[in-house]
């Protein structure tokens, strides 16, 4: 290929107006084919356009034939819903179809989920233009147009003639086809040709070999699990205790950037910025309660009423003088002249107007002291006052101070993106119907739940299937969208644990642990790498759904709290009474727990919630803290009732 191929990204959505390019999955492939990762290209026009036959029609013929576009990819609108209609325009905009670039997206994509045989692809070309169409989801777009990647710039040469790279990629594919032992005669009746049909069969047939994907992608994976026999018996990384772990995950957790939000949007943002009062507060003097501004010279006695003072009225327009005094409302400026309150309970009513509606007189039972129940100006704030210290977590009453100084935009710190990644090839969406040999996946929903529940962004990754490249493809995927990788299963010492390989052969990541000395959750991995120039942190906790949890719990949200800013990101722990006793494993454990706290107990009572096999997700249901107990002994087997162990707290 002599040049960058000159692409077009056509979104089909109703949600978008015409020429407003906002779309996930349109944004996303503009992104990929701009930085070179799927093929050198440059994105000449990019348009969302509405579920209409027409529209779509005349758009691709423009590009086609006005801007000469070498490849058009569209999104949405390829599956069974009646607005679906994507494959039916394209039918009709292209001369000649290439359905083995459809083949391609459907086989790979079924290897992820059997749901892609809802997907409708068409694949074409119109002149020398190249159209593909790909699925609506952002996730799924990337993965499809990634199947295909290797090919488009070889099919864009074709199609352009452009016979020197041509012939390169020919002479390439028969040297390569010379080292396929078990397809050499196949091989051998397909020379390069410049014929469409001939290339398509030489192509498929060269791609026979386990080589990684090209220098235009990287779809399949570098890393080789085939060597079951060879595998490591015992894990080669060492063991390291719990709080060894947390300190090395703390230790890459770079608080995220700052961003400027509405004070409404900020509530569990951590604050950027010191605030300082512009105004008092009161930014008058104020009646503490309902009753009477009056001169506290005067003492007891009857006074004339001589008007009132509401909360939002102009005390300029009222004022005491000696005899006379003015009724006011709780939170109402004091009038001029008066130095003090005088609440309702402690005066007479004296004389009234005819209308038995107005006070004319009334008469103070108690002497008033200078000062009594007024707020005087400034009192709760002053002016220049720090009210909030950067650093500080918004919460409700912050928010309420925000707003009391007049704060509408505030300075806070990010907070980062995750993404969740199930792993395995038993599991399926929650959604559908139980297929004999699968679970359905309660991972991705519970680690979704606890993250959303203390409001971090999260990103459902799917689930990979137990094979690099499907492993590979999610993690790529995942990585484009997400700050930090939580990925469940794939992490012990089974033939399908194949995150660590992935990781180090595909991501160059570095792997910081890989075992730590805990249950559950001994296999738990840790690991940081360069993606797109960012750095990327990857948890890689068990498959086992209380495992999954209790790692959570100790790992992620700590991480999470201090890469947001919080000054104090450990988790909290009290302490608390066994009320049985309870058998100690080798292993230091995390305990499930229910606490009660009953009259006249100093400490709360720990109940075991039952069977604690990490598999059992009804031991999390009810627990309220994951009680820390240490390893079992020669002299220490069990913990008798009553023994005082630390309770981690769950849901704070």
């Not at 004070?263 to 009646?287: E, H, K, R, T, Y």
């Not at 068990?542 to 919080?566: D, E, F, H, Q």
Request: charged share 20%.
């Amino acid at each position: 290929m002599s040049e960058k191929i000159s692409v077009g990204v056509l979104t089909v959505s109703d949600r978008c107006s015409t020429g407003e390019a906002t779309d996930e999955s349109g944004a996303n492939l503009q992104s990929l084919i701009s930085s070179g990762e799927l093929f050198p290209g440059t994105v000449d026009q990019y348009l969302c356009v509405a579920d209409d036959c027409s529209l779509i029609i005349k758009t691709l013929i423009s590009w086609c034939e006005v801007h000469k576009l070498q490849l058009i990819l569209t999104t949405g609108g390829t599956g069974f819903s009646p607005r679906d209609i994507t494959p039916e325009a394209v039918k009709k905009v292209i001369g000649r179809e290439a359905p083995g670039l459809s083949v391609c997206m459907l086989t790979e994509s079924l290897k992820i989920t059997p749901l892609a045989m809802l997907s409708r692809p068409v694949c074409g070309y119109r002149g020398r233009t190249l159209i593909v169409t790909l699925p609506g989801s952002k996730k799924a777009s990337e993965e499809c147009v990634r199947f295909i990647a290797p090919a488009i710039p070889h099919a864009v040469d074709l199609l352009m003639d452009w016979k020197v790279p041509v012939e390169k990629t020919h002479d390439a594919l028969q040297a390569e086809g010379s080292s396929c032992r078990h397809h050499t005669t196949a091989c051998q009746h397909h020379q390069p040709s410049a014929h469409q049909h001939q290339h398509a069969h030489h192509y498929h047939h060269h791609k026979c070999h386990h080589h990684q994907r090209d220098e235009t992608g990287n779809t399949t994976s570098k890393a080789d699990v085939t060597r079951i026999s060879g595998r490591p018996r015992k894990s080669p990384y060492p063991m390291i205790s719990v709080s060894e772990a947390l300190e090395i995950i703390l230790s890459h957790a770079d608080q995220c950037t700052n961003k400027v939000v509405p004070m409404q949007d900020a509530l569990g943002f951590v604050l950027a910025q010191d605030i300082i009062a512009n105004d008092p507060l009161p930014p008058f003097p104020a009646s503490i309660k309902d009753g009477y501004a009056v001169l506290s010279s005067d003492g007891a006695g009857v006074r004339v009423v001589d008007g009132d003072s509401a909360a939002g009225c102009r005390p300029e327009k009222l004022k005491v003088s000696s005899g006379k005094c003015v009724r006011v409302n709780t939170g109402a400026p004091i009038p001029l002249g008066a130095d003090a309150v005088v609440q309702v309970e402690d005066t007479e009513l004296v004389k009234e107007a005819n209308d038995g509606r107005t006070e004319l007189e009334i008469k103070i039972l108690k002497a008033p002291s200078k000062g009594q129940d007024i707020r005087p100006l400034g009192c709760d704030i002053a002016v220049g006052q720090k009210i909030l210290s950067s650093g500080t977590l918004l919460g409700p009453a912050e928010l309420g101070l925000l707003a009391t100084v007049g704060v509408t935009n505030v300075l806070v710190v990010s907070k980062p993106t995750f993404a969740v990644l199930s792993t395995g090839n038993e599991l399926q969406e929650p959604g559908e119907a139980l297929r004999e040999g699968h679970i359905r996946d309660s991972n991705k929903t519970t680690l979704k739940a606890l993250l959303r529940q203390f409001d971090y962004p999260v990103v459902d990754a799917g689930i990979a299937k137990d094979n690099p490249t499907s492993l590979l493809t999610s993690i790529r995927s995942a990585l484009n969208q997400a700050d930090i990788l939580v990925t469940t299963g794939g992490v012990s010492m089974g033939e399908r644990d194949m995150l660590r390989p992935v990781l180090t052969s595909d991501f160059n990541a570095e792997i910081h642990f890989a075992q730590v000395f805990m249950k559950p959750g001994k296999p738990t991995t840790f690991a940081t790498c360069q993606f797109n120039g960012h750095k990327k942190l990857i948890l890689g906790l068990p498959g086992n759904p209380v495992s999954a949890v209790v790692t959570a719990t100790l790992y992620i949200l700590p991480l999470c709290r201090k890469m947001s800013g919080r000054s104090t990101y450990e988790n909290t722990c009290i302490r608390a009474k066994l009320s049985t006793s309870i058998k100690l494993d080798p292993r230091p454990e995390y305990h499930r727990a229910l606490l009660c706290w009953s009259p006249g107990i100093d400490l709360p009572v720990a109940h075991s919630t039952g069977n604690q096999l990490s598999s059992r997700l009804l031991s999390m249901a009810s627990a309220q803290a994951l009680l820390k107990l240490p390893p079992a002994t020669s002299e220490t087997q069990s913990l008798p009732d009553g023994t005082v162990v630390e309770a981690l707290l769950l849901n704070m």
